[in-house]
T-cell receptor, first 112, second 113 residues
């Protein structure tokens, strides 16, 4: 079956620290992979995506590389800001169906 | 332009009652998804509508759950004979098509007493 496992939070970092949020997946076929972000008081929004192995998605300084050999899609940012404080969700969409599968979310708090 | 809207934002109901949750997608978006987010859980897919095609209902947890989409726009998720385990945030998302970015609504927080 399809599933996503992501790093449990909460994560607290100081401003300008390096961020990694781990995400691994199990999927049939060749999934597309996504990171969504939910800022306080707002709805989920797409942060980045990758549709095939070795693709790198990037946006707002965040990056994630689709690693088929390790079934991973870890989210990284070199220098976090207070404004990055949010909940981050890893997700996959199998190419064999319509469903999206989301992880449980990782809460990030960045302190000045 | 306007984003995805959902109503009500909060709903408290008694066990055994029926509830209807509404989603207004972005105009022109042909794809519409419903998800459920229970406390401490990820988003759980419920149902997917694409244009005039038959909906993908594979995620609905029981026959108490149903959804419709009228005129390819507004969608209503109905939960009959609510149970306490139905308490969750129900999210709606729409997109231009299957392969396009989903835009999420703010959700409806359902509490079943």
């Amino acid at each position: 079956g399809n599933s996503v496992t992501q790093m449990e939070g909460p994560v607290t970092l100081s401003e300008e620290a390096f961020l990694t949020i781990n995400c691994t997946y199990t999927a049939t076929g060749y999934p597309s992979l996504f990171w969504y972000v939910q800022y306080p008081g707002e709805g989920l929004q797409l942060l980045l995506k990758a549709t095939k192995a070795d693709d790198k998605g990037s946006n707002k300084g965040f990056e994630a590389t689709y690693r088929k050999e390790t079934t991973s899609f870890h989210l990284e940012k070199g220098s976090v800001q207070v404004s990055d404080s949010a909940v981050y969700f890893c997700a996959l969409r199998s190419n064999t169906g319509n469903q999206f599968y989301f992880g449980t979310g990782t809460s990030l708090t960045v302190i000045p | 332009g306007a984003g995805v809207s959902q109503s009500p934002s909060n709903k408290v109901t008694e066990k055994g009652k029926d509830v209807e949750l509404r989603c207004d997608p972005i105009s022109g978006h042909t794809a519409l998804y419903w998800y459920r987010q229970s406390l401490g859980q990820g988003l759980e897919f419920l149902i997917y509508f694409q244009g005039n095609s038959a909906p993908d209902k594979s995620g609905l947890p029981s026959d108490r759950f149903s959804a419709e989409r009228t005129g390819g726009s507004v969608s209503t998720l109905t939960i009959q004979r609510t149970q306490q385990e139905d308490s969750a945030v129900y999210l709606c998302a729409s997109s231009l098509g299957f392969d396009n970015e989903q835009f999420f609504g703010p959700g409806t927080r359902l509490t079943v007493l």
